[in-house]
């Protein structure tokens, strides 16, 4: 299936993207999908998708539904019929090609983590700045902002719902690094993606909490650890970043094969405090048996609650403690109305939305920025604020939990 054609009256926006594996499809789904939902005055044309490997990557564009395929992604950017560069590498090109595709003058939409480095991602925010200033927009994608009822969960903090909050708690949880067979592909070597669960997992989690509290972590007390320090080499570490983005590799690796270190942590734990005086904790761990994309959280403040499962994401669980205490206690909100985030454009109240449609939700956000000239969020700023509470994360660990302030 390809998607060239922009439908008549809309302004006709090149999308290139450069990376196709699990992030890439979901991206592709966004972009295909997002103008037959929302009605926007731009239409998002899928003209070019890039990889190293010639034959994968036109697999790929057919697969996706991408138009052409670039095995060079500086020739990508150069392209002139894309006007956003979509980056769905790992973390060790973010930078490099995020800052080469601002001041070629196109919009920038990165996968999370924003950069490997604080360095990295000050010079993405800069770039970012500069292109403001031109016009141009940059976001960071951290998709589960998007999840209507994250979305609505936001919107009853800041409404004061909660009054003043006490406790931000999030956990994220998977499992698919408990087999010490696992191979060693690139998402467990520190120069390809920075860090392990914390990079991957707890920036989501990161940036949900500074999300929905309001305001930036300040300091962390962190423990970490590499439960399994040494795996079986792979002939080609990037072979994960195929169709499952190193999650799994095809056919495993063959008995007696080479050990190599493992780089990056298995899990992370931490605590932090916001300037308001909240106290936030975190958990990122890819050690987590029979949890396999677990998400979870709770804000407890002065006047309620509320508590999110990404396993039931179109459940938003609310206590309002300004009730009576005899009827109080928690509800479940079924976020499926047209009044709540993103709904309007969907299916009638109960038919419930899934993982995807973040990236569809995400392609909106984008483009409606674009479109009004509206600052995208989570800006690259946003991203640099994630990135510098991963680093205080590493720093505090390697101190043994000392805290570790984060400069503002
Ligand atoms: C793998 O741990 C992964 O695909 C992350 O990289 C994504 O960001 C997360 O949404 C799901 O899990």
Redesign the pocket.
């Known amino acids: 299936m390809r998607e060239t054609e922009p439908e008549a009256g809309k302004r006709p926006l090149g999308v290139g993207m450069v990376g196709y594996a699990?992030?890439g499809a979901a991206h592709s789904q966004g972009w295909r999908t997002v103008g037959r939902v929302f009605d926007l005055p731009v239409e998002p044309v899928l003209s070019a998708v890039c990889g190293r490997d010639g034959g994968a990557v036109r697999a790929a564009a057919d697969r996706l539904g991408w138009a052409a395929a670039e095995t060079d992604w500086r020739a990508l950017i150069a392209r002139d019929d894309v006007d956003i560069v979509d980056i769905c590498t790992p973390g060790d090109s973010h930078a490099e090609i995020a800052v080469a595709a601002l001041e070629a003058g196109k919009h920038v939409l990165c996968?999370?983590p924003l950069a490997n480095t604080v360095e990295e991602a000050e010079a993405m925010a800069e770039a970012a700045g500069r292109a403001r200033a031109r016009g141009q927009v940059a976001m960071v994608g951290f998709?589960?902002r998007r999840v209507p009822a994250l979305a609505l969960a936001r919107r009853m903090v800041a409404e004061g719902r909660l009054g003043a909050l006490r406790h931000v708690r999030l956990t994220y949880l998977?499992d698919?690094l408990v087999d010490p067979e696992f191979p060693l592909t690139w998402?467990l070597l520190k120069e390809r993606a920075g860090s392990g669960a914390l990079g991957?997992?707890g920036a989501?989690i990161v940036d949900l909490a500074q999300y929905l509290a309001g305001e930036q972590v300040a300091g962390v007390s962190a423990l970490t650890e590499t439960f399994v320090r040494e795996r079986p080499l792979v002939a080609d570490a990037d072979e994960g970043a195929g169709a499952s983005?190193g999650?799994t590799v095809a056919g495993g690796t063959a008995g007696g094969a080479r050990l190599g270190a493992v780089t990056v942590d298995d899990a992370a734990v931490f605590t932090g405090r916001f300037p308001s005086g909240a106290l936030a904790s975190f958990e990122a761990t890819?050690f987590a048996t029979g949890r396999k994309?677990a998400l979870r959280l709770e804000l407890n403040g002065s006047h309620g609650s509320l508590a999110f499962d990404l396993e039931r994401l179109n459940e938003l669980s609310f206590h309002d403690h300004t009730e009576p205490a005899a009827s109080a206690g928690f509800r479940r909100i079924l976020v499926t109305e047209p009044d709540h985030p993103y709904l309007e454009a969907w299916w009638p109240p109960g038919h419930g939305l899934g993982y995807e449609h973040t990236f569809v939700h995400q392609a909106r956000d984008l483009l409606h920025a674009i479109a009004t000239g509206a600052e995208a969020e989570p800006s690259f700023t946003d991203g640099l604020s994630v990135q510098r509470v991963l680093a205080a994360v590493e720093e505090s660990a390697a101190k043994n939990s000392v805290y570790t302030q984060i400069p503002a």
């Open positions: 699990f992030m996968e999370k998709n589960y998977q698919w998402r991957d997992l989501h983005g999650l890819r994309n």
